[in-house]
């Protein structure tokens, strides 16, 4: 078995938008695409088990957790009664702190059966919270599963070089505040400029504090900035410090809310761009890590969407030949789904160019460079 994907059923309970499907019913609707187009062949799909609290307090304090708790079997409206903590963008509902922790235990297992050997590719269903912090929730994040991730690698198995790609719509906070005095871990952030977007965090000199300092690498994209240039960045970012960092492991974590028709509709990668992405990741890792790699595809706003770009991240990974290309005749059941009476759904803008905000994004990788050339000497 070559590849493990951790998935339940009750991860459908990790939401909080009114309707479920807004953010659980999309893992369901990439396990049906994924057995229709692939099948479990190299691959094998498994139960994941709950985070227990000793996991959950290698990164977060236990007021916090056990805060999380109580909150969520409150409600938002008792909290506000009572003066307890809500925080707008993740309003905690009873059922959210569990499934919470299966959430991150989907992202543990995975990692753990990675470094330990058992399967080459692993993805946790559902992962990738980077927006939550040592002691808050924020950006949908109950808790920071790839912090978790790494300081278990870091404390529980000696690890000494992790790399944490994000290519999320939005900057990895939360991760990299975290982590932000750790040189055992590069963080390296891949988003939309946030001078006017959330999290208003992922600037250029924003490079990790004392030991840590050069290991936060943000990289903030223009406005519809599509696959040349993305593909530009990893080649000269990525890339470079991958083989320089010579990492033992890959974490990636960013679902599909990069592509152009998510409902933030920020920056406009394609189904082909994700899985350039992907197969980029597997070419580095082939060189510096032994293909171990564990991808955590939570984010992603647009639930139609997600099932095509996640699985061609996965074909890219994976070295498998199937490629979606929009537009794209979605199957009968996906549309019974989301009530959709039209055929062709997903379909290119006119304005949409692969090499969209290039040069634009050439000049970002220089800064990015400049800024960094003290730390790394692929920069120099």
């Known amino acids: 078995m070559k590849t493990v994907i951790l998935y339940s059923e009750k991860m459908r309970g990790y939401g909080f938008a009114p309707e479920p499907k807004y953010r659980g019913r999309k893992c369901d609707d990439f396990i049906r695409l994924f057995e229709e187009e692939i099948g479990e062949n190299d691959f094998k799909v498994i139960e994941p088990r709950e985070a227990s609290t000793n996991y959950l307090a290698l990164v977060h304090d236990i007021p916090f957790i056990y805060g999380v708790r109580l909150r969520a079997e409150l409600g938002p409206e008792e909290c506000v009664k009572r003066g307890l903590p809500v925080v707008e963008d993740t309003p905690l509902r009873q059922g ?32 990738g919270l980077q927006h939550a912090t040592r002691n808050s929730e924020g950006g949908f994040c109950v808790f920071n599963d790839i912090a978790i991730d790494i300081r278990d690698l870091e404390h529980n198995y000696g690890a000494n070089r992790i790399l944490n790609l994000s290519v999320d719509l939005h900057a990895n906070n939360g991760t990299a505040e975290i982590l932000q005095e750790d040189p055992k871990s590069l963080k390296i952030s891949i988003h939309r400029d946030p001078t006017d977007f959330y999290p208003h965090w992922g600037f250029v000199n924003q490079i990790g504090a004392k030991e840590g300092e050069g290991y936060t690498v943000n990289v903030p994209l223009p406005y519809r900035t599509s696959d040349l240039a993305y593909e530009h960045v990893l080649d000269e970012i990525f890339v470079p410090l991958a083989e320089e960092f010579k990492p033992e492991i ?35 890792a082939n060189k510096v890590c032994n ?14 969407v997600f099932p095509y770009a996640t699985l061609s991240f996965l074909c890219g990974l994976t070295g498998i030949d199937k490629k979606f290309e929009e537009p794209i005749l979605l199957p009968k059941w996906l549309r019974e789904i989301y009530d959709l009476k039209e055929e062709l759904y997903l379909q290119p803008p006119e304005w949409l160019r692969k090499d969209n905000r290039f040069e634009e994004v050439k000049d970002v990788v220089k800064e990015v460079k400049r800024n960094l050339k003290g730390c790394w000497k692929c920069f120099q």
């Open 250 to 284: 890959i974490i990636v974590n960013g679902g599909p809310d990069a592509h152009f028709a998510d409902e933030y509709q920020q920056l406009a990668l394609t189904f082909d761009g994700y899985r350039m992405i992907g197969k980029k990741v597997r070419e580095v």
């Open 96 to 127: 959210i702190y569990e499934a919470a922790r299966l959430v991150v235990g989907a992202s543990i297992q995975a990692t753990e059966l990675v470094w330990e050997g058992k399967f080459n590719y692993a993805v946790g269903l559902g992962g």
């Open 291 to 304: 293909d171990k790699v564990v991808y955590l595809p939570g984010s992603g706003y647009n639930a139609i």
